[in-house]
């Protein structure tokens, strides 16, 4: 490992950043230095914006992945090159993300999943986790048992994206897939272990394989990656009717607005919505004089 990787990631540490983001941070620069065969510090902006733009085009990058990669090299021409901000933000400008709908399976689509044929049950019982409880795979993966509260019938999501604690609900129907899981499996500390190396969590990258190929099994289309199941948990919820604040908390939202996102994909519950005229009784406008 380089000096400059190493500065970079305990600027990222001290700066309370996830392993996750540490990892997508570093590995962004790293790329950047691949691209050109050259550290990063001796770049100049030009060539910079010049690789963003040719992954852009060449590699189809959406905006959200492309912000990733530009989100960490601000972080590192920021905290490393002690760049100043502006200037920073003027060498690497953000791609504009146009505002689109996240893509959710029905609820008969969900029911096809979970019942594919031959899916084992650790990745059934780690599909049907992160979708009823509405979770970030990097959450789901970092589950420990002790985190399964039964008796409060809640998911204790600890450190999650932000570094925050959360609780969201245990549906009793997953409870019984946990415990058929866990008579099997009789995991211990890390709810999903590795098979390689037990001792560690399952890696997201291992997930997000296990996803894929159920939906291969259940006949289902790819939609995109495994973050597809929270985007549908969030629509059905408030199909189903969970108040908004109530789904912000679950999900573990900073900004109303975010989870709000969610109300333009929930079908059902605008067909059901009833205008306020239709609730008041208008019995007096039939009365004699009432013209």
């Known amino acids: 490992m380089t000096k400059l990787r190493q500065r970079y990631i305990d600027e990222l540490e001290l700066r309370g950043f996830s392993p996750g983001t540490i990892d997508n941070y570093v590995r962004s620069v790293a790329n950047l230095a691949r691209y050109y065969h050259t550290p990063p ?27 990733v990669a530009v989100s960490g090299l601000r972080q590192f021409y920021l905290l490393v090159e002690e760049r100043s901000f502006d200037e920073v933000e003027k060498a690497i400008p953000r791609v504009n993300r146009s505002i689109r709908r996240p893509e959710v399976y029905s609820t008969d689509q969900i029911e096809l999943l979970l019942q594919a044929p031959k899916v084992n049950l650790k990745h059934r019982a780690l599909i049907m986790t992160t979708y009823s409880a509405g979770l970030r ?22 450190q999650g994206k932000g570094r925050k604690d959360r609780y969201t609900v245990l549906s009793e129907r997953l409870l019984g897939e946990l415990r058929d899981y866990w008579r099997v499996y009789r995991p ?3 709810l999903f272990p590795s098979t390689t190396y037990p001792d560690r ?91």
């Open 41 to 67: 510090n001796q770049l100049s902006d030009e060539e910079i914006k010049a690789y963003l733009l040719h992954r852009l085009r060449e590699n189809n990058w959406s905006p959200s992945t492309a912000n």
């Open 201 to 291: 969590p399952i890696t997201t990258s291992s997930a997000c394989r296990a996803f894929k190929r159920a939906l291969r099994l259940a006949g289902l289309p790819v939609r995109g990656g495994i973050h597809i199941l929270r985007h549908s948990f969030a629509t059905h919820a408030l199909e189903q009717g969970m108040d908004l604040t109530v789904l912000q908390r679950i999900l573990g939202h900073n900004s109303l607005k975010t989870t709000a996102g969610y109300l333009h994909v929930s079908n059902v519950r605008m067909a059901s919505a009833q205008s306020p005229l239709d609730l008041i009784g208008l019995e007096s406008a039939n009365e004699p004089g009432s013209e």
């Open 188 to 190: 211990e500390g890390w």
């Open 137 to 158: 795979i990097s959450e789901t993966c970092r589950l420990k048992t002790e985190d399964i509260l039964s008796s409060r019938m809640q998911i204790h999501i600890v």
